[in-house]
């Protein structure tokens, strides 16, 4: 930091609260500078480090440098005046508890396509799962042609919901299509339309522009370089994700996991 900066104007976004960037509202003041850090030297992360922080951010990784980098790295980000800079911690500070709440509600798991992903929700809905707790989502890729069309043998209603046992299709709540820099279009149906995309995010793990919070703090090779990670992977792959909200399902989230291993899940 140089002597001219004034270090009341900053705010330095840990590791740990990236994914909250997903969470927070359009009404935050937008930062006017973005830096990467190591926050024990007050320093920029070299590219080596930052590379490596890329990397491993989403991998359950416990050496002990890439805990070490964790703990250190940061992103430091500058606003117009004080007033902004304690707006943005207000907001990031709330954002994180959603992002926290949100991961503790909903279970996730992969399944590699979606056919077995349907039986797994008509198995749900049997043991009395109902079905406003659950939702699929997919890489738009994976069953869509070009211009957003259905690939041949995809429907739209049979993309969204074929399981005719459970009732999915007369109670599917909804459509969404999310575009996700690393990642590309994401279809979203089922449950979580209303918080479409930080439940994509939870899911998926994954960080991408949302609005002015993203847009404003990384560059577009930062943001696909954090959401770069396994499940991204998986989700090129064509594997279905699946999540099921526990608070709604009146099962506990072990029934829940169980349920899901038996039924085909790769992960949960």
């Not at 590379?51 to 951010?57: E, G, K, S």
């Not at 954090?226 to 699946?242: D, S």
Request: aromatic letters at 6%; one cysteine or more.
């Amino acid at each position: 930091m140089t002597a001219d900066q004034r270090p009341e104007l900053y705010y330095v976004i840990k590791a740990g609260e990236l994914v909250a960037l997903n969470y927070l509202d359009g009404g935050h003041p937008s930062p006017v500078s973005a830096e990467w850090i190591d926050r024990g030297t007050d320093r920029h992360l070299s590219a080596t480090r930052l590379d490596q922080f890329f990397r491993t951010y989403h991998q359950d990784v416990d050496t002990p440098s890439v805990l070490k980098l964790r703990e250190a790295a940061g992103l430091r980000v500058g606003f117009e005046s004080r007033e902004d800079r304690h707006a943005f911690a207000s907001a990031i500070h709330e954002a994180s508890i959603r992002a926290k709440a949100e991961a503790a509600r909903l279970v996730t798991a992969i399944h590699p396509s979606m056919e077995e992903a349907e039986q797994a929700v008509d198995a749900l809905v049997k043991r009395g799962v109902p079905v406003e707790a659950i939702a699929l989502l997919w890489q738009a890729n994976a069953v869509m042609g070009g211009e957003g069309t259905p690939a041949q043998g995809y429907s739209r209603s049979r993309v969204l919901a074929r399981v005719s046992a459970g009732g999915v299709a007369g109670a599917a709540m909804g459509f969404a299509m999310l575009t996700i820099p690393g990642v590309g279009p994401v279809a979203v149906a089922g449950a979580v339309i209303a918080s479409a995309y930080s439940s994509v995010a939870t899911a998926c793990g994954v960080i991408g522009a949302t609005g002015a919070a993203m847009a404003t703090m990384l560059s577009d090779q930062d943001v696909e370089s954090v959401a770069a990670n396994h499940r991204e992977t998986q989700l090129k792959r064509g594997r279905i994700f699946m999540t099921v909200d526990a608070e709604k399902s009146g099962k506990s989230r072990e029934e829940i996991t169980a349920l899901l291993e038996q039924n085909g899940a790769l992960d949960v």
